[in-house]
């Protein structure tokens, strides 16, 4: 006997939801032409006094049994359900794999980034001198690896630490790659500076802690050369992403990111080399995807280990920092590689199953 009461009511229920629904899709549809016209006459969305009415009504109507709390918080939840309703379905980003399918491959002299193959990029932190950079840029080509890095604007934690050699830098750099057949890229922090930057720069990079500079950002979406953007000290993979598309907005479309550690409470490395962005970064966008190994790292006998995981994530590439006297150096001492360390690793590396090569290089 009970057991067919319950049936029953059960059945009463199932009866009710389906006219509840029903009352919820005509109110949800009314809901979408108050909207329509609120847009074409320029008003917000969002009334709350309108929906406090709604609710003291409600509220004062409600003979119960649900409590007052219960009907006022099921009201709002139907009012954000209809402002949902109401709200044009954002478009995606461009920097989305919804927005384009395909990956972005940059092409830069004879090297492809985000193509089939694995790309290595090395250099020292900062550009110190001719000899310096001609010495890397030596042990760069013999290693194989088509992109050299160095810095000439050095955003430091202290005004009191090496700054950079600024243009003068830049033109060392470009010199030594000349020398060598590689391509540039170095980190330019000032939008006054790109124009200059570019005669000696191949891919502008743009540092972490200015990933949300928006001036920048901008200034490098209105140019046409290949970006590098590392991701910010703290920045989430949405902070990130959003990032790269006010370059892409602008009609720069050569973007890569590059994942360089963040920061968390962990001592032991530099920063925590985020992994998981890896794969993520490249299901979200179509964009090639790097790790910088020594800032995220800062430790030279991990740097292989980590690199090979990068490219076992997905990644399209690796960034590693290369000195001929690392002790010597004028910026990141501990963390950059000697020049036999650096053929170690770089043999490492490629010798490993994940780094991708499909041609042998000449
Ligand atoms: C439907 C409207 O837009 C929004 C949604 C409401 C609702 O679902 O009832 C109420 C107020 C607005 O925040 C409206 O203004 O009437």
Request: proline letters at 5%; one cysteine or more.
């Amino acid at each position: 006997m009970n057991n067919q009461t319950l049936q029953q009511l059960r059945s009463r229920m199932d009866d009710l939801n389906i006219k509840l629904l029903d009352l919820l899709s005509e109110r949800a549809a009314i809901g979408r032409q108050i909207g329509e016209i609120k847009q074409s006459e320029g008003l917000p969305l969002h009334d709350p006094a309108r929906e406090n009415e709604m609710l003291d009504r409600l509220a004062a109507r409600n003979a119960g049994p649900l409590e007052e709390k219960a009907i006022r918080h099921l009201f709002q939840e139907i009012f954000k359900a209809t402002l949902e309703v109401q709200q044009p379905k954002k478009k995606p980003l461009l920097v989305s794999r919804k927005s384009k399918r395909e990956d972005t491959v940059i092409r830069i002299g004879n090297t492809e980034i985000g193509g089939a193959d694995s790309v290595l990029v090395a250099g020292p932190c900062s550009v110190e001198s001719l000899e310096q950079v001609m010495e890397v840029a030596a042990a760069l080509k013999k290693a194989g690896v088509p992109v050299i890095r160095g810095g000439a604007f050095k955003p430091r934690t202290s005004p009191y630490d090496f700054q950079g050699l600024g243009f003068e830098g830049l033109k060392l750099l470009k010199e030594a790659a000349d020398e060598y057949g590689l391509q540039t890229i170095s980190e330019i922090v000032t939008p006054a500076h790109l124009e200059e930057a570019a005669k000696y720069v191949d891919i502008i990079q743009i540092g972490a802690r200015n990933m949300q500079n928006f001036e920048l950002l901008k200034a490098a979406g209105d140019m046409r050369k290949p970006v590098l953007l590392k991701r910010g000290l703290a920045a989430t993979m949405d902070e990130f992403l959003h990032a790269a598309e006010y370059i892409v907005s602008r009609g720069n479309s050569q973007v890569m990111l590059i994942e360089r550690g963040i920061r968390t409470y962990e001592k032991w490395t530099r920063n925590t080399l985020d992994i998981s962005a890896v794969p993520l970064l490249k299901q979200m966008s179509h964009l090639p995807v790097l790790v910088d190994v020594s800032h995220s790292t800062g430790r030279k006998e991990i740097m292989a280990p980590c690199a090979k995981a990068a490219l076992a994530a997905g990644a399209d590439g690796i960034m590693v920092e290369v000195h001929p006297n690392p002790a010597a150096a004028l910026s990141d001492a501990d963390q950059q590689l000697n020049l036999g360390e650096f053929a170690e690793f770089i043999r490492e590396v490629k010798s490993s199953g994940v780094y991708r090569q499909s041609a042998p290089t000449v």
